[in-house]
């Protein structure tokens, strides 16, 4: 008993996955016009063991090229990260500048300098 409530419990999940991976699908396909849409819609609202098996088969090609596409969509570049120094005296130099013009305190200015020198580890 067990083990076919676990069974049909699998087979309800992976049946709401189907649904909503097709929905998202359908609405990812820019080639499709409005009204095909609401189709696959409306018919995998009444009949939706046969539409996902149908709308697969007819989809394959084009699901496998919007997925590909939504994932790379994202790109994976290092913008978002600081640029490396070109050498600790420069670093140095640019916290002294900071701290001359008041930006940043003393202990900011230390902080800077010892990370600069390699120290961040040894408590220097």
Known sequence: MIFWSFLWAVYIVAYIYVVFFVIRDVFRNEKANGWIKALWIILLVFIPFLTGFIYVIVNGKGIAEREHRARASVPEDDAYRPAASSSPADDIARAQALRDA???????????????????????
């Open 102 to 124: 008041g930006t940043i305190t003393q202990g900011e200015y230390d902080a800077i300098k010892s990370k600069a020198l390699g120290n961040q580890y040894f408590g220097a």
